[in-house]
Antibody, heavy 123, light 108 residues
């Protein structure tokens, strides 16, 4: 079935840099496209970034483009999100999420989520 | 930008009730809509994809319908474990994949 475990959240000042990680287990990590989805307190989830199984294709939401960088290490079954230029409005629970697959086709819904890493941006 | 709007924002109901949550898209998304359930302190759980396809392990009292711009999630007979917040999410529009604002299902 699979498991995702995020780590690396914390309290950071505006303008700071932070990296969150996600450790995957129980499924063939390199075969799956992965995403980061965040959820601000009391709000709905917001998709922010995508990476293909090989890491060769990457995409970002406009809200984080140019500030956040997604990457993966398939040898370590790990997904990363480096966040720079952090803003107060980036405060959220950051979830690692596996992209859905139906046969050979991939779809942008999320069928496996971690428990999230809390990032708080405040002075 | 494509917007997803859920109604109602809050729904009060009793165990055994039939409830329906509506999700509207600002433009057609065909049937590329998913529903999630989220309980406090937990990540969202995928319930339904492609508007009406129930995920494995999800009870059959949950059902989804709709296409184009209007979609519904129905729970035929509420159980105590169903009180949670429900989100719709479209996956038609490239690089948006946005969620609705959520419907909180409360015990009456």
């Amino acid at each position: 079935e699979g498991q995702l475990v995020e780590s690396g959240g914390g309290l950071i000042q505006p303008g700071g840099t932070l990296r969150v990680s996600c450790a995957a287990s129980g499924f063939s990590f390199s075969s799956y496209e992965m995403n980061w989805v965040r959820q601000a307190p009391g709000k709905g989830p917001e998709w922010i970034s995508y990476i293909s199984g090989s890491g060769g294709a990457i995409n970002y939401a406009d809200s984080v483009k140019g500030r956040f960088t997604i990457s993966r290490d398939n040898a370590r079954n790990s997904l990363y999100l480096e966040m720079t230029g952090l803003r107060v409005e980036d405060t959220a629970l950051y979830y690692c999420a596996r992209q859905g697959r139906e046969g050979y086709n991939s779809y942008w819904y999320f069928d496996l989520w971690g428990r999230g890493a809390l990032v708080t941006v405040s002075s | 930008d494509l917007q997803m709007t859920q109604s109602p924002s809050t729904l009060s109901a009793s165990v055994g009730d039939r409830v329906t949550i509506t999700c509207r898209a600002s433009q057609s998304i065909d049937s590329l809509l998913a529903w999630y359930q989220q309980k406090p302190g937990n990540a969202p759980k995928l319930l339904i994809t492609k508007s009406s396809s129930l995920q494995s392990g999800v009870p059959s009292r949950f059902s989804g319908s709709g296409s184009g711009t209007e979609f519904t999630l129905t729970i035929s007979s509420l159980q105590p474990n169903d009180f949670a917040t429900y989100y719709c999410q479209q996956y038609k529009s490239y690089s948006q994949y946005n969620f609705g604002q959520g419907t909180k299902l409360e015990i009456k």
